[in-house]
Protein backbone atom coordinates (compact mmCIF):
# COMPACT_ATOMS: atom_id res chain seq x y z
CA UNK A 1 0.00 0.00 0.00
CA UNK A 2 1.32 3.57 -1.07
CA UNK A 3 1.54 6.81 1.43
CA UNK A 4 2.53 10.48 0.14
CA UNK A 5 3.20 10.37 4.25
CA UNK A 6 6.33 10.68 5.42
CA UNK A 7 7.42 8.91 8.41
CA UNK A 8 7.78 10.66 11.73
CA UNK A 9 11.25 12.06 12.65
CA UNK A 10 13.67 9.97 15.32
CA UNK A 11 13.21 12.43 18.24
CA UNK A 12 10.15 12.82 20.13
CA UNK A 13 10.29 16.66 20.15
CA UNK A 14 10.12 16.75 16.59
CA UNK A 15 7.12 14.71 16.35
CA UNK A 16 5.07 18.43 16.77
CA UNK A 17 6.89 19.47 13.57
CA UNK A 18 4.10 21.21 11.12
CA UNK A 19 4.65 20.62 7.17
CA UNK A 20 8.28 20.00 7.88
CA UNK A 21 8.66 23.06 9.94
CA UNK A 22 9.72 22.21 13.79
CA UNK A 23 7.38 23.95 16.37
CA UNK A 24 9.06 25.68 18.84
CA UNK A 25 7.57 27.05 21.77
CA UNK A 26 8.42 31.03 23.04
CA UNK A 27 9.54 30.96 26.92
CA UNK A 28 5.98 33.11 27.60
CA UNK A 29 4.06 30.20 25.46
CA UNK A 30 5.96 27.37 28.09
CA UNK A 31 5.12 29.97 31.05
CA UNK A 32 1.46 30.62 29.78
CA UNK A 33 0.83 26.66 29.47
CA UNK A 34 2.46 25.62 32.94
CA UNK A 35 0.47 28.26 34.76
CA UNK A 36 -3.08 26.45 33.10
CA UNK A 37 -2.12 23.23 34.00
CA UNK A 38 -1.04 24.43 36.92
CA UNK A 39 -4.62 25.98 37.70
CA UNK A 40 -5.99 22.84 36.36
CA UNK A 41 -4.19 20.40 39.00
CA UNK A 42 -5.28 22.59 41.29
CA UNK A 43 -9.17 22.63 40.79
CA UNK A 44 -9.11 18.89 40.13
CA UNK A 45 -7.47 18.54 43.58
CA UNK A 46 -9.68 20.93 45.32
CA UNK A 47 -12.66 18.80 43.54
CA UNK A 48 -10.82 15.46 45.01
CA UNK A 49 -11.20 16.93 47.99
CA UNK A 50 -14.63 18.44 48.11
CA UNK A 51 -15.91 15.01 46.60
CA UNK A 52 -14.26 13.66 49.97
CA UNK A 53 -15.25 15.52 52.87
CA UNK A 54 -19.31 15.11 50.93
CA UNK A 55 -18.43 11.39 51.13
CA UNK A 56 -17.50 11.43 54.71
CA UNK A 57 -20.48 13.91 55.57
CA UNK A 58 -22.72 11.35 53.95
CA UNK A 59 -23.77 14.30 51.55
CA UNK A 60 -22.54 13.29 48.75
CA UNK A 61 -25.01 12.69 45.51
CA UNK A 62 -24.27 9.29 44.64
CA UNK A 63 -26.58 8.40 47.67
CA UNK A 64 -29.93 8.01 46.35
CA UNK A 65 -31.44 5.52 49.02
CA UNK A 66 -32.55 8.40 50.78
CA UNK A 67 -34.30 10.29 48.30
CA UNK A 68 -38.23 9.25 48.84
CA UNK A 69 -40.51 8.81 45.56
Known amino acids: MFTDKKPLPAEPHD ?5 GVAAELSDEAIR ?3 GFFDVLIQMDFAQK ?11 D ?5 SVTA
Open 15 to 19: HAANN
Open 32 to 34: NLT
Open 49 to 59: QLNTRSDEDGK
Open 61 to 65: LQNTA
